[in-house]
Structures are given as structure tokens and as C-alpha cells.
């Protein structure tokens, strides 16, 4: 089920950029910040929203997932270049988690970046409650800089479209 659904997510989410294309957001379309509201995705004979999905997949109490959608924005965790598979969904997740706080910017004293990705301010409350993922992150030494993430400055999120890595 979690695998149907992130991948049912993003492939909506990038079949309404390609629907209005060109485009510099997901923001520039008719839908505007309703997108996410607006029932668009057939799910077993029943039009469904990006919101609807993401609350089926909350609802898993496995906060990996906010690594895994995609919304077509610089600020989002990248998109894999393979479908979400059942059989290999947790080390597809874990590897996802790697790679968005790879990507994060490090909080280091002289580069005055202290700040965290939004998705953790949006999301706090399922971070918060997923032991499992705080644990493995503070054993792994992936942590920083958001395990504090209450204290640290919020970045802007960068609605623009993502770019094909080498693109200008």
C-alpha cells in the first residue's frame, strides 16, 4: 500500500507539470496552493487528492515518507529514477532519507546556515513521534542540523520546478 500510494502521489504531482507546461512552478497552474486539495488522481474508481494521499500515508506512522513525495519543487526531496517497489520499500526509504540530508545544507559555524528544510517545520509532529527514524538518523550521525529543529530558523521553500541535474 505505501508504495502504491508515494508513487501514485508523484506521478501525479508530475503529470499536472506536464499537463500545463511550460511552467516555472507547480504554484503557476490554475489550481495555484489548491492543487494539493483538488481531487485529481483516480485511486480504485474514485477521484482522490495529493492531500488525500499524503494523509493515507501519514497515517502509516512512518515519517520517511515526507523523503519520498516529490512536488516538483527545488525545496522537495529529489525523485528516485525507479518506482517504490513493496519488497524493497525500507531500504528504498532509508536510502531516500540519506539522500534528502545529504542534499540538506550542514550547519557549520563559519558558514552561518543554521537553518532547517520547512518539511520539518510542516511535519514536526510525525518526526517527533517516529523513535525509530530520531534513533536510526542519531546513529547514523545524519541528525544534524534539524534533530533541533525547534530552534533553528525555517528556510524559505523554493516552489520553482526542479531541474534535470546539470541543467541550468
Known amino acids: 500500500q505505501m508504495s502504491f500510494l508515494i508513487n501514485s502521489y508523484?506521478?501525479?504531482?508530475?503529470?499536472v507539470v506536464v499537463d500545463h507546461w511550460p511552467l516555472e512552478s507547480i504554484l503557476n497552474t490554475p489550481a495555484g496552493t489548491a492543487i494539493w486539495k483538488t481531487p485529481q488522481v483516480l485511486l480504485l474508481d474514485t477521484l482522490r487528492s495529493l492531500d488525500w494521499?499524503?494523509?493515507?500515508?501519514?497515517?502509516?506512522?512512518?515519517?520517511?515518507?515526507h523523503?519520498?513525495?516529490?512536488?516538483?519543487?527545488?525545496?522537495?526531496?529529489?525523485?528516485?529514477n525507479e518506482a517504490y517497489r513493496s519488497q524493497q520499500i525500507?531500504?528504498?526509504l532509508q536510502d531516500q532519507t540519506?539522500?534528502?540530508?545529504?542534499?540538506?545544507?550542514k550547519s557549520t559555524a563559519d558558514s552561518g546556515n543554521d537553518s532547517v528544510s520547512a518539511i520539518f517545520n510542516w511535519y514536526r509532529d510525525?518526526?517527533?513521534?517516529?523513535?525509530?527514524?530520531?534513533?536510526?538518523?542519531?546513529?547514523?550521525?545524519?541528525a544534524a542540523p534539524w534533530m533541533n529543529s525547534n530552534s533553528k530558523p525555517v528556510r524559505?521553500?523554493?516552489?520553482?520546478?526542479?531541474?534535470?541535474?546539470?541543467?541550468p
Do not use: H, M
Open 53 to 65: 494521499i499524503e494523509t493515507q500515508l501519514r497515517q502509516l506512522k512512518d515519517s520517511r515518507i
Open 67 to 80: 523523503f519520498a513525495l516529490n512536488c516538483a519543487s527545488r525545496s522537495c526531496p529529489p525523485l528516485r
Open 10 to 15: 508523484n506521478a501525479s504531482v508530475w503529470k
Open 126 to 142: 510525525d518526526f517527533a513521534r517516529d523513535t525509530s527514524l530520531v534513533t536510526w538518523l542519531s546513529q547514523s550521525k545524519l
Open 90 to 92: 525500507d531500504s528504498q
Open 156 to 167: 524559505t521553500y523554493f516552489w520553482k520546478l526542479n531541474q534535470i541535474q546539470g541543467s
Open 98 to 105: 540519506r539522500r534528502f540530508l545529504s542534499l540538506e545544507p
